[in-house]
């Protein structure tokens, strides 16, 4: 008998211990880098356009995590094959600075963002169309 109730204390023990993990909540960022191409639009009368809005489409891409006032770097991360990515961070603000992605687009220009206790942020990274420069 005394070994049965030994068990069953070690059994609740360690569900208690697995639930406690189970229920913190994790802070970081979350998100995906995308490209954006845009689209065209005619004013075929005064006030009524014309066209489609672009579209985007998500790409692998890298980026780098700063704390701001320390200007000391957290890390360098690679996002996954379709472009998403996810950071456990401490909440406090950071300075994300994208890096850019070779003959395919614009690089964008670095960004804040504030983690906040107990939640992911979203962010993007939008890419913007590459400048193609013609030469005659």
């Known amino acids: 008998m005394r070994t049965l109730k030994l068990g069953f204390v070690a059994l609740l023990l360690t569900s208690l211990v697995q639930s406690s993990f189970a229920g913190r909540s994790r802070t970081g960022v979350e998100g995906q880098a995308l490209v954006y191409q845009p689209g065209f639009a005619v004013e075929v009368s005064p006030g009524n356009w014309l066209g489609d809005g672009g579209f985007s489409y998500p790409t692998p891409a890298s980026f780098t ?3 701001p006032h320390s200007r000391r770097p957290i890390g360098h991360f690679v996002t996954a094959a379709d472009g998403s990515f996810e950071i456990s961070l401490p909440p406090g603000k950071y300075v994300v600075i994208p890096d850019a992605l070779f ?4 690089t964008p220009t670095s960004f804040e963002v504030t983690v906040r206790l107990r939640h992911f942020t979203d962010i993007y990274i939008w890419y913007g169309p590459s400048v193609i420069q013609a030469t005659p």
């Open 65 to 67: 995590v700063w704390l």
């Open 103 to 106: 003959g395919l687009a614009a």
